[in-house]
């Protein structure tokens, strides 16, 4: 796994995402200006000609499908940063040895996950490993390398998923709602002490006060 140090370089480095998130911040923040001052939008020189605009609001169409644009744009340019971001954190939780912990002598797991793995970790070594996965609202999953053996008898490799929210009499609803407590102390303890996870969001939020501002600007 990537190194937070190598990480963060690479969100310093990367123009591209520099580039996205300044033109989105620079149209959000005048809409947002024109908004609340009640100002208009005269003139604007493209260059080559003038234009004037005379309706207020076919302006402020322009300026929500551009922040709409821009935002997808950016959404591109910092979809992998996100998800690096998520195995970072997600890590860390499934490190925590009061959510799983691996005894190598035993080949077992105790820890609050344990009940729902019910695979022995002696056949599938990829366990001793797995990774967080969040496939839907309240939906989770853990994930391992896996290998099997095809019809021809030659070796293929695969991710096997243990599905979360299937319950039984070990592994139980409450014990999943402890899990999603844990996740949530986690992620928020990842939002707020790395800086990476506030430069990656901070332009949707102005994207959204930029868009909200259209309904809530002063008469």
């Not at 908004?35 to 493209?46: Q, V, Y």
Request: aromatic share 18%.
């Amino acid at each position: 796994m990537i190194k937070l140090q190598e990480f963060r370089s690479q969100i310093d480095n990367d123009d591209g995402l520099k580039k996205k998130r300044k033109l989105l911040i620079s149209v959000c923040v005048v809409f947002i200006a024109l908004n609340i001052t009640g100002a208009t939008l005269e003139e604007t020189n493209t260059f080559i000609f003038k234009l004037k605009f005379t309706k207020a609001a076919s302006l402020s169409y322009l300026f929500v499908g551009t922040i709409l644009y821009l935002t997808l744009r950016y959404f591109g340019y910092a979809r992998e940063y996100h998800e690096k971001l998520f195995n970072f954190w997600t890590s860390r939780l499934l490190s925590d040895y009061r959510v799983l912990n691996f005894n190598p002598h035993e080949h077992d797991f105790t820890g609050l996950l344990s009940p729902a793995i019910k695979v022995y970790a002696g056949d599938e070594p990829g366990i001793q490993s797995p990774s967080y996965k969040v496939t839907g609202l309240f939906k989770r999953n853990l994930t391992y390398d896996s290998k099997s053996v095809d019809e021809y008898g030659v070796d293929y490799f695969y991710t096997a998923n243990i599905e979360l929210n299937r319950f039984d009499k070990k592994w139980t609803r409450r014990k999943f709602l402890s899990l999603l407590k844990f996740e949530a102390n986690y992620q928020f303890n990842a939002f707020i002490k790395s800086r990476e996870n506030l430069d990656l969001y901070f332009p949707y939020f102005v994207s959204l006060l930029a868009l909200l501002s259209l309904y809530f600007k002063p008469s």
